[in-house]
């Protein structure tokens, strides 16, 4: 069966680089990086948050990529992304992976801070 792509590659316009440290060590002992770089859904969010009579403005958001970015890996959970061509760095803060019935990837949502 054919499930068709939630996230269409024709709305994925955001230039998007990750950088995804993973919690292995290669043979030096190091955490292994994976990079992808490539085009995203981009969607960003404001909220305002009171703490100690002081107005702190936390912006999110959330990239869209379709297919699988890391097949290979399920459990990702630190890294740095860089959108709109390097003028926006945030932090990652989570990794989702969106699966059709039968198991396969059909997009994966990165949740930035």
């Known amino acids: 069966m054919i499930f068709p792509s939630l996230i269409r590659k024709e709305f994925a316009k955001t230039p998007i680089k990750l950088s995804i440290f993973s919690e292995e060590l290669d043979s030096m002992g190091n955490p292994q990086v994976f990079e992808y770089e490539g085009l995203c859904n981009y969607q960003s969010s404001t909220k305002s948050i009171f703490v100690d009579d002081k107005k ?46 039968d198991g396969s990837v059909n997009f994966v949502v990165l949740e930035v801070i």
């Open 56 to 101: 702190v403005i936390q912006i999110t958001g959330k990239a869209y990529i379709p297919g699988d970015i890391f097949e290979e890996f399920d459990e990702l959970t630190d890294g740095e992304v860089e959108l709109f061509n390097n003028k926006i760095k945030r932090k990652l803060h989570k990794l989702s992976k969106a699966r059709n019935l």
